[in-house]
């Protein structure tokens, strides 16, 4: 079966379709090639823009390439260094774990998203001695990429002898938000809220922006049922940052917290919230060199942008 042939005009982006017709005046048709080539070589300008820059850590204000020692530099200044990761950046797993060993002439405390506070006794165990990194990891619920991505950062902690936090609010709970709302929250038993922050701090700090990107990323279906998905985000992002800045408070540690980036990027979640209780807050965020993100888009996002070179994802 012959298949029709394609307008050589034709150019197709995402859910647009731009085609010339077939037949148009010779007044209107060299400007509309014109047109088409300064598009093209616009967006060939951005597209090569947006990958110029090589795999490394940058100031996202001057996009400076910067090095381990000027991090640590700047984290002498701050009470918090967040690392928003994509969970499954492999290079970006990698470099964590170097960063972290030149981080630990800090002393910092490593506070870690992917555990939850009823697991901080485990956490404590591993830290002792009690077991290994692959008992902890049948304890404790761990991420199936654990031991290849995570341990090794515990690892680092323990042989530094760095507190080790187990951040964020257990799952049974965010899912009882997330079905429920507060007022479920607020019929949790007394030992159940011992787990979690105090609940009044949930919408403590209002971020709209917040929920609006929230709702974006959910595909903007509003409604009760978003709510409380949200008031779940929520509820993590809380917990994570009540468990930071409780341990400051108590132990005047520095605190490294690992967190996957949307809990964190563009100054909101958990970088709010730490802000808001009066902490001095370092982000870094760490993402793939084929993220299509342009470079004037740095500066929002974190403090430091660290782009991987990581070709591996899908």
């Not at 070589?41 to 940058?58: A, R």
């Not at 507190?163 to 159940?192: C, D, E, F, H, K």
Request: hydrophobic share 40%; charged share 20%; aromatic share 10%.
């Amino acid at each position: 079966m012959d298949h029709p042939k394609k307008n050589p005009l034709s150019r197709t982006t995402g859910k647009e379709i731009f085609c010339f017709p077939k037949r148009v005046e010779s007044s209107t048709y060299f400007p509309m090639v014109l047109f088409l080539i300064s598009f093209l070589l616009l967006n060939m300008s951005i597209f090569s823009q947006q990958n110029s820059l090589e795999s490394g850590y940058y100031l996202s204000s001057t996009l400076q390439k910067i090095n381990h020692k000027e991090i640590i530099d700047l984290f002498k200044n701050a009470d918090v260094l967040i690392l928003g990761e994509e969970h499954d950046d492999n290079e970006g797993h990698r470099e964590k774990a170097n960063l972290f060993q030149s981080l630990s002439v800090l002393k910092p405390s490593l506070s870690l998203e992917m555990f939850e506070t009823d697991q901080q006794i485990y956490l404590d165990e591993f830290s002792f001695g009690i077991f290994d990194g692959k008992q902890l990891a049948k304890e404790t619920r761990a991420w199936n990429n654990f031991e290849k991505d995570y341990l090794p950062l515990l690892q680092i902690a323990k042989n530094y002898s760095l507190p080790i936090l187990a951040a964020n609010a257990p799952r049974r709970y965010t899912r009882v938000a997330s079905r429920g709302g507060m007022n479920a929250l607020l019929q949790l038993p007394a030992i159940s809220k011992s787990f979690l922050p105090p609940l009044y701090l949930i919408k403590a700090f209002p971020q709209p922006e917040y929920e609006a990107k929230f709702s974006a990323i959910m595909g903007g279906h509003g409604g009760d049922g978003l709510k409380n998905i949200f008031l779940a985000q929520e509820l993590w992002d809380t917990s994570m940052s009540h468990t930071i800045a409780t341990h400051i408070s108590a132990t005047g540690n520095k605190v490294l917290h690992i967190n996957g980036r949307f809990h964190s990027d563009d100054g909101l979640g958990v970088t709010h919230r730490l802000k808001k209780m009066g902490l001095k807050v370092l982000t870094i965020s760490m993402f793939p060199i084929r993220k299509n993100v342009s470079e004037e888009e740095f500066s929002k996002i974190a403090d430091i942008i660290y782009i991987s070179g990581d070709t591996t994802q899908k």
